[in-house]
């Protein structure tokens, strides 16, 4: 696994790997014993990824290279690639990017070669798989299990990343994918049963909630009846399992897709996916980094408390 793009390059058996990575890292954090940079490239906004990542490269004692897209080159026409080699030859030693772009991976590849490693953290409405990894994290540790589980994932599915990564590495984990979304919002060309969301809510171990992607498309989206049409109101979570639990890779549009009130209810877990996606990330920068070579065990410091940021 030479670049981390896709839940699809993944056996099972890597994704619980990464899994169990995490979940050690948690209780027993490491430090890299050596001095490596990263290169953070977000061209689209991001609070939780990014921040996850500066906080997950930090504990690991990585040193983080600043990138800010409104005072680069690339104002002045430089390509995303240059960008890339760019940070390669000044020492980056991995690259975490975020673009806007479907297809901006194969752009890369087409333009050169980097040779260093490249995390993705968000493609398009084609994938995001660090967040498909802490949302798996999550289920893992509710459920001990993801084989099995039925999933329902509601929402604007046809402008989602979230709701790609996660049918993919769900179904190949063994989980059952339900869709829920409101009319025009579906994506047929996901293979996956849709219910009503007052269908889906009774079936549901994991309803995960996804808000409307306004800045994909074309026109603004009605939200006046969203909530009470298609999102999870105070009535329909009441008709939850009794140990179903509620997720959302934020940012939560609170009265839209969910009432405000049940954010922070006793079967939400969104905050904890939050703090998994740090554990989640470190995880797998030292997964692709000792694919690569650039680390092995002994450049780790075995360490009892957290590095402090």
Partial sequence: ?????????????????????????????????????????????????KMSFTVAERKLGVEVLDFHIEASSLAKGESLYDTAKTFEA??????????????????????????????????????????CMLDLLTM??????????????????????????????LTKLGAKIIFSAAP???????????????????????????????????????????LS????????????QDHAIIMHPAPINRGVEIDTSLVESEKSRIFIQMDNGVYVRMAIIMHVLSEWGIIHENNLIKRNSLTAI
């Fill in 1 to 49: 696994m030479r670049h981390f793009i896709s839940v699809n390059q993944l056996e099972a058996d890597e994704m619980y790997q990464i899994i169990r990575k995490a979940n050690e890292l948690r209780d027993r954090p490491n430090q890299l014993n050596r001095q490596l940079f990263a290169g953070n490239l977000f061209f689209e906004p991001s609070t939780r990824t």
């Fill in 229 to 240: 049409l298609y999102g999870l109101t105070k009535e329909r979570y009441k008709k939850l």
């Fill in 184 to 226: 025009g919002f579906e994506d047929r060309s996901l293979e996956y049963p849709y219910l009503t969301m007052d269908e889906a809510i009774e079936e549901a171990d994991v309803l995960m909630l996804l808000r409307i992607q306004h800045e994909r498309h074309l026109h603004k989206a009605e939200t006046s009846d969203y």
């Fill in 90 to 131: 000044i020492g980056a030693n991995f690259l975490v990017i975020r673009h806007p772009s479907d297809q901006w991976i194969s752009e890369l590849e087409q333009e050169g070669k980097l040779n260093i490693p490249v995390i993705n953290a968000g493609s398009g409405k084609e994938e995001h798989p660090t967040q």
């Fill in 140 to 169: 893992y540790q509710e459920f001990g299990s993801i084989k099995g589980l039925k999933v329902v994932i509601a929402g604007d599915i046809k402008h989602s990343r979230v709701a790609r990564s996660n049918a993919k590495a």
